[in-house]
Each structure stands twice: as structure tokens, then as C-alpha cells.
T-cell receptor, first 112, second 117 residues
Framework: KQEVTQIPAALSVPEGENLVLNCSFT??????LQWFRQDPGKGLTSLLL?????REQTSGRLNASLDKSSGRSTLYIAASQPGDSATYLC???????????FGTGTLLAVQP | EAGVAQSPRYKIIEKRQSVAFWCNPI?????LYWYQQILGQGPKLLIQ????????DSQLPKDRFSAERLKGVDSTLKIQPAKLEDSAVYLC???????????????FGPGTRLTVL
């Protein structure tokens, strides 16, 4: 059974810092990994989608890496801003079931 | 292009009452998903439709939850009777299709926050 874990559960940083969020998964037979952002009272916004054949994806200040063999992904946020404050979720698709399996999320607070 | 629409956005009910949620997917999307997100957890798939047929409902508590997708477009999710532990955000998502071994990107609606007292 695929399990997805995110560390840390919560993170508070001052504005301008670079930060890394971690995601690990138990079944490496995935088709892709996706990072989402969730704002309070809102749905999920897709940030980056990494196919299993890729090692990283970049969008603006965000960079996500994938090491399928070790079952790990990181989301790097450069020069954090208060507007980055949200919950960040990673999810994997594939493995034993063709479902999107989510981690529990990291709650990020960027202090001005 | 309009996104996934859900209503209501918030609902507060007493335990043992019934409640229904509505979802309108992105136009042309054949696959529709309902997820349950309990506070502090990631979303968990409850049911997946392709057109108007059920693909996966293995995690749907069928003694109290039901869902339908008449005509393969809009969908409703019902809880009857509700329990305290049903308090959660219910997210609807849609994708163009579903292919074995291939991921069709899912687009999520804003969710319905249910509080059961």
C-alpha cells in the first residue's frame, strides 16, 4: 500500500529565506509526482508535475526534484514571500493502484 | 475556461441529518472524482466516475454515503445519516479521461466544508 509522508508538518520562516519541503513515498513504482498548494478555504492548485522519467521541474521560484529509486521528492522555494504562506501537498500517482495518493501536507508560514 | 464548480461552500448540520453536495466539472472532462479531506490530512479518494459509470468506490462508506453522476456531467454526493467524523472538506476534481498507466491531470474545485455537530 502506497504511503506518502511529508516533513516537516509545519514550518515558519522569515521573508526572503530559501526553504525546502520534503516528501517521501513507500512504493517507487509511480508514474508521476505532483506538488499542490492549498490556501485556507480553497481547493488545490497544481504547482509542479514531475513525470517518473524526469528528475526535476521548475516554475519561477519553485523547483521540485524527484528521486524515484529512493522514494523522495523535495520542493525548493527560493526567496520566500508572505504570499507563499499556505499548505503544500505532494501526491503520487501509480504504483499498485491508479489513484492519486496524497501526503498530509506541510503548513508554511512566511513572516513579513 | 471555467474551473470545477462546487456548492454549497459551507454546510453545518446536526448528526443524523442528511446533506448533499453538488459538483460541476470542467466542460468535456469525462472523469470526475470526490475526495474527503479531514483536517490535518491529505485528501482521500471516495469515488471516481468515468462518464456516468463508477470506476472505483472502494473507499466510499456505502452504508451512509452515495454518489451519482447522471448524464455523465454534474455529480452529487450525499451523506445520510451524517456522523461527527464526517466533518471534513469534500473536494471534487475532474480530468479529461483515465488511462491505464497514464496520469490525466486532475483539476480541483474549491471544496465544501462540512461541519457535523
Amino acid at each position: 500500500k502506497q504511503e506518502v509522508t511529508q516533513i516537516p508538518a509545519a514550518l515558519s520562516v522569515p521573508e526572503g529565506e530559501n526553504l525546502v519541503l520534503n516528501c517521501s513515498f513507500t512504493d517507487s513504482a509511480i508514474y508521476n509526482l505532483q506538488w499542490f498548494r492549498q490556501d485556507p478555504g480553497k481547493g488545490l492548485t497544481s504547482l509542479l508535475l514531475i513525470q517518473s522519467s524526469q528528475r526535476e521541474q521548475t516554475s519561477g521560484r519553485l523547483n521540485a526534484s524527484l528521486d524515484k529509486s529512493s522514494g523522495r521528492s523535495t520542493l525548493y522555494i527560493a526567496a520566500s514571500q508572505p504570499g507563499d504562506s499556505a499548505t503544500y501537498l505532494c501526491a503520487v500517482y501509480g504504483g499498485a493502484t491508479n489513484k492519486l495518493i496524497f501526503g498530509t501536507g506541510t503548513l508554511l508560514a512566511v513572516q513579513p | 475556461e471555467a474551473g470545477v464548480a462546487q456548492s454549497p461552500r459551507y454546510k453545518i448540520i446536526e448528526k443524523r441529518q442528511s446533506v448533499a453536495f453538488w459538483c460541476n466539472p470542467i466542460s468535456g472532462h469525462a472523469t470526475l472524482y470526490w475526495y474527503q479531506q479531514i483536517l490535518g490530512q491529505g485528501p482521500k479518494l471516495l469515488i471516481q466516475f468515468q462518464n456516468n459509470g463508477v470506476v472505483d468506490d472502494s473507499q466510499l462508506p456505502k452504508d451512509r454515503f452515495s454518489a451519482e453522476r447522471l448524464k455523465g456531467v454534474d455529480s452529487t454526493l450525499k451523506i445520510q445519516p451524517a456522523k461527527l467524523e464526517d466533518s471534513a472538506v469534500y473536494l471534487c476534481a475532474s480530468s479529461l479521461g483515465v488511462g491505464q498507466g497514464r496520469y490525466n491531470e486532475q483539476f480541483f474545485g474549491p471544496g465544501t466544508r462540512l461541519t457535523v455537530l
